[in-house]
């Protein structure tokens, strides 16, 4: 399939091998990055940016737990990567807009998006789990539910104190 330059007649990548590949992993994590793509494209974040602004005056730990919530679950249906790809930025300048240390939002948000355990997509271990077709989803959602519970409650405790006793 693809041609050796060293060995005339073999090719480095065979039909076999290709056939073996994950390829349900590499679409899903393919698609992520594009759609991110399309949201920086379109103008979407752009828009999500100026929401921003018209949001009332909330606590910045109000505001971070919803942040840490809204990531955690979004990752369960897009991967983690596209997510904070597309997220990171669209904090930065909220928390500029709400006078909040941008800290406060995009560390715990990047750790969020790691600490989605119920969907194949989440993650590329679960994808690769999943893909074994030893477990299926409903068996993911029971199990996962309750480390995004933990995780979500282990983050945004973490930065509550973090922020009132490093950050002020």
């Given at each position: 399939?693809?041609?050796s330059?060293?060995?005339?007649?073999?090719?480095?990548?065979?039909?076999k091998?290709?056939?073996?590949?994950?390829?349900g992993?590499?679409?899903?994590?393919?698609?992520?990055?594009?759609?991110?793509?399309?949201?920086?494209?379109?103008?979407?974040?752009?828009?999500?940016?100026?929401?921003?602004?018209?949001?009332?005056?909330?606590?910045?730990?109000?505001?971070?737990?919803?942040?840490?919530?809204?990531?955690?679950?979004?990752?369960?249906?897009?991967?983690?990567?596209?997510?904070t790809?597309?997220?990171?930025?669209?904090?930065?300048?909220?928390?500029?807009?709400?006078?909040?240390?941008?800290?406060?939002?995009?560390?715990?948000?990047?750790?969020?998006?790691?600490?989605?355990?119920?969907?194949?997509?989440?993650?590329?271990?679960?994808?690769?789990?999943?893909?074994?077709?030893?477990?299926?989803?409903?068996?993911?959602?029971?199990?996962?539910?309750?480390?995004?519970?933990?995780?979500?409650?282990?983050?945004?405790?973490?930065?509550?104190?973090?922020?009132?006793?490093?950050w002020?």
């Open positions: 399939m693809i041609p330059h060293e060995k005339k007649g073999q090719a480095l990548l065979n039909w091998a290709t056939n073996e590949l994950p390829w992993i590499l679409l899903l994590f393919g698609g992520g990055f594009a759609l991110a793509g399309g949201f920086e494209s379109s103008g979407l974040s752009h828009l999500v940016q100026n929401l921003f602004t018209n949001l009332p005056a909330w606590p910045p730990l109000l505001i971070m737990a919803i942040v840490c919530v809204f990531v955690t679950f979004q990752t369960e249906i897009t991967s983690n990567s596209a997510v790809s597309l997220i990171l930025p669209i904090l930065a300048t909220g928390a500029v807009v709400f006078g909040i240390d941008p800290r406060l939002l995009m560390i715990p948000a990047t750790l969020s998006a790691s600490c989605a355990f119920m969907m194949p997509i989440a993650t590329p271990p679960q994808a690769i789990v999943y893909s074994s077709g030893y477990v299926n989803i409903r068996q993911m959602m029971k199990a996962g539910i309750w480390f995004n519970i933990l995780g979500l409650v282990l983050t945004i405790g973490m930065f509550a104190l973090i922020q009132v006793f490093v002020g």
